[in-house]
């Protein structure tokens, strides 16, 4: 690890002024102090910032409002989360330990940098962790590899799973930069796709930073399912995860919701899929479609063919669990 | 001294020959520069730490990249939390930091600062061991015991928060500390036997 001075910020607009180009701020270090084990990351001055954000879980008419630095823990707890926003305990749940999801923050899960072996092993070639150096895993053992929207440049996935529940909720990122300006990314918009700069995970600007994550209200309370496939039970990042849920009157779908992890550089929408099933039947024959459609587009590397048949059994499982839980 | 004086030839000629030469560096040289700067590592840079453990409060200068389990270890000689994968990975470093189970070996001693922390050399009453730590003698919750101090931290916790309704349960709240024995029956018995007393 390498040098670095430590300060800590009592709030948002003193995080922003004082940070200098090689600064990193810090909340949890689930996934930060790691990076600098390794000489990934390598800040010069470290700003904690855990005193500085909000942990508030705030509910109001339109929406729920989750402090920047509310522990993954806070969301598995939480009384309005668990009864309004099942889906997001659900998938928080089904990531880390216990232990990670006590220090883990909101914000530092969005900011979170993918697992890919490549990246964390700084004697390959990655244009993720050095620019135009290569991307070892495109000909290389690319089994937990994206599927779907990567680049020649990469093909690294998004580890979480509580973005892929905010993904599928269309939550909002609320930022605050240098100028003390604040303003909104949708949580689409939020992460990106590799393209030609795999360096850059997010669109966050870099005088930014995140102060709280809003979930819109919803009908999804009483139908929804996070569904996780990984190579042990728990405590493994996943191979394909299901976010579904699903808005229902009688058995007719009003609205559905469906997006994944372990897919793609960014937690992925399957909206076509969401197209079919809105109007349609909650029936196993619409939910097996609905799969079908999700996985057409898929475009498996050479040691990952078998997600797309883990995925589509996994949309559909998720879905009619959706009617069970 | 006249000021005409030093604007000399002299000086001008000193001042032409040098930029003449540092133009003359070759590309290569100065991209080795660069390289060499990256190299080159800032200083490092100490704290005071204050913190209080196992309820006594310790006050010990330590460099900004010291972790909790390296505090422990290295600086208080309380060995007790291990350091297993140093990465997150196994949970050999479990400790409580304010009450809740935190891994020492991703939280930066800095950011302990004036917190609570709890090891396993604070869980007995004197010479009483904890009920967990009974329960781990009397299940053989253990084999080789280097994963055993966490194990226990997280079995103390698993219970107070309230995770041990079934067998299935225990697992997933203990799944962040692995042990290579494979003594989970023993710990999962450990685990139901402080449950249900």
Partial sequence: MRPFSFTKIDNAANALAAKKEKSQFIAGGTNLVDLMKKNIAQPEQV??????????????????????????????????????????????????????????????????????????????????????SGCSALEGENRMSAVIGYSEQCVAVHPSDLCVALAALDAKVNIENSKNKKSVISFGDFHRLPGNEPNRDNNLPENALITSVEIPSNGFQKHSA????????????????????????????????????????????????EAFLKGKEATAANFSEAANIAVQDLKPLAHNGFKKEMLQGAIATALQQCLTV | MSKESTY????????????????????????????????????????????????????????TRTTLLDLLREELHLTGAKKGCDHGQCGACTVHVDGERVLSCLTLSAMIQGKEVTTIEGLADGE??????????????????????????????????????????IKEFMSGNLCRCGAYNGIVQSIQKVANA
């Fill in chain 1, 226 to 273: 996070y569904l996780k496939i990984r190579d042990r039970d728990s405590y493994a990042f996943a191979l394909v995860s299901v976010a579904a849920a699903l808005e229902l009157q009688g058995t007719r779908i009003v609205a559905a919701r469906l997006a994944s992890g372990g897919v793609a550089h960014k937690p992925w929408r399957w909206y076509d899929a």
């Fill in chain 2, 128 to 169: 009483k061991l904890h009920p967990m730590q009974q329960a781990f003698i009397e299940c053989d919750g253990f084999q080789c015991g280097y994963c055993t101090p966490g194990q226990i931290m997280s079995a103390v916790a698993c219970v107070k928060e309230g995770h041990t309704g079934s067998v299935a349960e």
């Fill in chain 1, 47 to 132: 700003l904690d910032v855990t005193t500085a954000l909000s942990s508030e879980i705030e509910d109001f008419t339109k929406g729920i409002r989750i402090g920047a630095m509310a522990r993954n823990s806070a969301l598995t707890t939480n009384a309005i989360v668990l009864e309004k926003y099942p889906l997001v305990s659900k998938a928080v749940l089904a990531g880390a330990s216990p232990q990670i999801r006590n220090m883990a923050s909101t914000a530092g899960n969005l900011l979170q940098r993918t697992r890919c072996p490549y990246f964390y092993d700084v004697t390959t070639a990655c244009n993720k962790r050095k620019p135009n």
């Fill in chain 2, 8 to 63: 000399s030839r002299r000086a001008f000629l000193k001042a032409s020959g040098a930029f003449v030469m540092l133009a003359s560096i070759p590309y290569s040289l100065k991209a080795m520069y660069v390289d060499v700067d990256k190299l080159t590592v800032v200083p490092k840079q100490a704290l005071s730490i204050t913190v209080s453990i196992n309820k006594k409060s310790y006050s010990v200068p330590a460099d």
